[in-house]
């Protein structure tokens, strides 16, 4: 009992303060990086666009013009602040339209109940709400409407706040212009904050991460070939303590939180962009950006062959290192050319200048022919593959055998067609930046023709 009463004090105040220590400065480096990111920002930039509409109520003379109508601008600074310009720009937009055709309706249907007298005033009301809020519900959720989804909800919560108040105080009309100016209001000041003060564009975003989307793509097209040419063991990497590690070092994996995952925020940064006017290098009022989403699309179908070759490369069937060294020259050509082709249509998205000449792609598809070229000279000795130790070999082993070499062989064809889908699919790729080049107007040094 003693020895353990010594051991139990000896260890407790030895390992604390270094646990409390390190848990401190892992705390403190987690906030200063949560402060390095854009979302702090974007925080301040919110903040301060609420501060500069609550002026209003807090300073006594813009307070006795607007009075209790300016929490109204102070919602709407809320609702309306994006991350991005093109997105506040938007929702800006459907704030300010809903309240507008809602408070329209909201009038003329007033009106008629007016003129219908006091006992079927709240009748008609009441089955205009339901119509409105019926009609509006239906229409958002129309895929053609969604991205005004946002504006058919502030259609249904002004049209319900400025008919009942117009019933119960006698004035829909006068609700309806102090809603709106005070939308108006909020709407500015957040649109402004956010353009002056470190504006973030969602086109620049939109066009640096597709750029990364290239380079990714080249990258880990070329890792997975180095590794698949490489003389390691496989049969070691199907064991499950090693499982982990080769998950850690999918080839894809650069380019899949990048590309496989990446349709939803491009398409959102593509119909964020669309709101905003004219801004650094995109100085056109109507500029491109769906092409962007097709370009995207493209690059995610060459990330799928990527991922098929790193499947290839991780089965439990493989082709015997003596086999694949044999191609190591012609994969490692077509590898290699066919990412430099992917990088120098990414820096000239980067740049702007279209500068792939007609040579690139040629080198690309001589060298994948010359691989073509290759494997069928080497077909026959592939599939008719046989061990040395034949003589040793019964001959109910030796069929067996021999369609266990032909299928490890084909396993090596099977890798080397990919490439071939993969440059392929990398064709397509070129036809859809030459026509976002041409529809951006890119600088052209040299003329190209797909």
């Not at 975003?205 to 490489?230: I, T």
């Not at 098929?308 to 290699?336: G, M």
């Not at 691989?371 to 067996?400: C, F, G, K, N, V």
């Amino acid at each position: 009992m003693n020895g353990k009463n010594e051991s139990i004090e000896i260890s407790i105040p030895t390992n604390k303060p270094d646990a409390d220590e390190s848990s401190i400065r892992c705390s403190m480096s987690k906030v200063w990086c949560i402060w390095k990111e854009d979302e702090a920002i974007f925080g301040l930039k919110a903040g301060l666009s609420v501060v500069i509409v609550s002026l209003l109520a807090l300073l006594k003379a813009p307070f006795q013009v607007f009075g209790t109508n300016v929490i109204w601008a102070i919602i709407t600074a809320i609702i309306v602040f994006e991350y991005n310009v093109g997105a506040t720009f938007n929702r800006g937009f459907n704030r300010a339209l809903g309240s507008l055709v809602a408070g329209i309706f909201a009038i003329a249907v007033a009106q008629l109940a007016l003129l219908c007298g006091s006992v079927a005033e709240p009748i008609i009301i009441g089955l205009s709400i339901f119509f409105i809020v019926s009609i509006a519900s239906m229409l958002r959720s129309w895929p053609r409407l969604v991205q005004y989804e946002y504006g058919f909800r502030v259609i249904q919560i002004s049209y319900c706040i400025i008919i009942i108040s117009g019933y119960r105080m006698g004035n829909p009309t006068r609700t309806m212009m102090d809603r709106w100016y005070s939308i108006a209001i909020g709407g500015i000041i957040s649109v402004c904050v956010n353009v002056f003060v470190y504006p973030m564009w969602a086109g620049d975003q939109l066009h640096k991460d597709l750029v990364k989307c290239f380079d990714s793509l080249a990258d880990s097209l070329q890792e997975c070939v180095k590794k698949y040419l490489e003389e390691r063991s496989h049969k070691s990497q199907l064991t499950s303590d090693g499982m982990d590690e080769i998950l850690g070092e999918l080839s894809y994996e650069k380019c899949h939180s990048n590309l496989v995952n990446s349709g939803p925020k491009f398409e959102m940064l593509a119909n964020s962009a669309k709101w905003e006017p004219p801004h650094g290098r995109f100085l056109r009022f109507v500029y491109p950006w769906s092409q962007y989403l097709k370009v995207a699309a493209v690059l995610r179908h060459c990330a799928y062959e990527v991922m098929a070759l790193d499947t290839i490369l991780h089965s439990e069937i493989q082709a015997p290192y003596n086999l694949r060294i044999v191609f190591e020259s012609e994969i490692k050509e077509v590898s290699n050319d066919v990412a430099e082709l992917i990088r120098i249509l990414g820096r000239d998205i980067s740049s702007m200048k279209w500068s792939l000449k007609d040579s690139h792609v040629k080198r690309v598809h001589s060298a994948t022919k010359r691989l073509q070229h290759s494997m069928q000279l080497h077909s026959y000795p592939l599939l008719t593959a046989t061990s040395e130790a034949d003589s040793e070999i019964t001959r109910e082993m030796l069929p067996r055998m021999r369609a266990l070499e032909s299928t490890t062989a084909l396993s090596l064809v099977n890798f080397a067609s990919s490439i071939v889908e993969f440059v392929a699919r990398v064709d397509y790729l070129v036809e859809e930046v030459d026509r976002l080049s041409k529809m951006a107007k890119f600088k052209h040094a040299h003329a190209f023709g797909v």
